[in-house]
Nanobody, 121 residues
Framework: QVQLVESGGGLVQTGGSLRLSCAMSGSIFGANAMGWYRQAPGKQRELVTSISNGGITNYADSVKGRFTISRDNAKNTVYLQMNGLKPEDTAVYYC???????????????WGQGTQVTVSS
């Protein structure tokens, strides 16, 4: 059973920084991608950024140049460094793990419990 545990959310002023962490446990092997999504009140959940096990990254246009995703494969942990935070970044941030098909393993998606990030103006 794969589990994702997030930490690092909180309240910060505009222009400030936060670092989110997501520690994953369980059977994680083969092709996979780790990422962060966010959901603001009244809005749909959206992809913020992702990183493959090969290190390929993808960012939403709204966070390019401000957010950086990284991963420690030995620790099965993904990080999100958020700089230059804006009020519109306020949301619940969810960690995501996608295990792509591998041998007989089908695609599987896992989610963290979510952590609140609030940016005050």
């Amino acid at each position: 059973q794969v589990q994702l545990v997030e930490s690092g959310g909180g309240l910060v002023q505009t222009g400030g920084s936060l670092r989110l962490s997501c520690a994953m446990s369980g059977s994680i092997f083969g092709a996979n991608a780790m990422g962060w999504y966010r959901q603001a009140p009244g809005k749909q959940r959206e992809l913020v950024t992702s990183i493959s096990n090969g290190g390929i990254t993808n960012y939403a246009d709204s966070v390019k140049g401000r957010f950086t995703i990284s991963r420690d494969n030995a620790k099965n942990t993904v990080y999100l460094q958020m700089n230059g935070l804006k009020p519109e970044d306020t949301a619940v941030y969810y960690c995501n793990l996608v295990l792509f098909p591998w041998g007989t393993r089908p695609r599987s998606d896992y989610w963290g419990q979510g952590t609140q990030v609030t940016v005050s103006s």
